[in-house]
């Protein structure tokens, strides 16, 4: 399919503007989406667009899913995400994306007290070693999480690390992921300014992300690309 001539429609709800789609942003134009942001907490949210778009991607951002009275874009966003994933419709959440779509299907989300920060194998169970995330099995991807959510009701759980033993899950059309396949190695600069604060405030070097981007991105950008493109594969309505 042509990316000049897109048929399909991604929105991506965006929480700070360096967690962007990253290395998806390619993939979803070369399968033929039209691909447009909603910047959160600053757009006017269109209930309807969310409702429609052949795909809504949720990414992260360094906000808690609970806290809508600080937050008040948090409770309509949660809304129309429950009212698209309760007519199955192909729907990607990363990180707090995740952790909001695993709160509008039932489960719970809360502050662990610690954190994962870095490149660090992902392990998938069984049920994800027979799903989209195959190729990611014991692959370094990037963690930068402190929240934490239960696999919602109904849902296979696909993915765990020793800290945080829930890491993915699926339900239908949607893929929760707690860690980052979308983030560009070669932009990760972007990330270690953007979150300098909590870097210092936990003790973690820089410089370390910063090999482990060097020395893994390219790889997992690859494999990234695989799993998502199967998903997609098996979410899509057929054009």
């Known amino acids: 399919m042509s990316a000049s001539t897109p048929t399909r429609t991604a929105l991506a709800l965006r929480h700070v503007a360096f967690e962007d789609l990253g290395i998806l942003a390619p993939l979803l ?6 691909v447009r942001y909603h910047d959160a907490g600053v757009d006017e949210l269109d209930r309807a667009e969310v409702a429609s778009a052949d795909l809504v991607v949720v990414l ?8 809508d009275d600080r937050y008040p874009f948090l409770a309509p966003t949660k809304d129309a995400l429950s009212a698209r994933l309760a007519a199955d419709r192909p729907t990607l959440g990363i990180c707090l994306g ?8 039932g489960a719970r989300v809360a502050p662990t007290g610690g954190v ?9 169970t069984p049920d994800g070693r027979t799903s989209p995330l195959s190729a990611l099995d014991g692959e370094p991807v990037l963690h930068w999480h402190g929240d934490a959510f239960e696999i919602p009701p109904g849902a296979r759980h696909l993915a765990r690390t020793p800290g945080f033993p829930h890491q993915a899950f699926s339900r239908g ?11 560009d190695h070669r932009t990760i600069e972007r990330w270690l300014i953007g979150h300098a604060h909590e870097l210092h405030h936990r003790g973690i070097d ?8 060097a020395a893994h991105g390219p790889r997992l950008e690859h494999r990234a690309r695989t799993a998502i493109a199967t998903w997609l594969d098996e979410v899509e309505p057929a054009h």
């Open 29 to 34: 134009e070369e399968r033929g989406y039209r």
């Open 60 to 67: 992260g951002g360094p906000i808690g899913v609970y806290d």
């Open 98 to 105: 995740a952790q909001m779509l695993a709160e509008a299907l």
């Open 116 to 124: 994962e920060i870095g490149y660090a194998p992902v392990d998938l």
């Open 173 to 183: 059309r949607a893929l929760g992921l707690q860690f980052h396949v979308e983030a």
């Open 206 to 213: 820089p410089r370390s992300i910063r090999r482990q981007a």
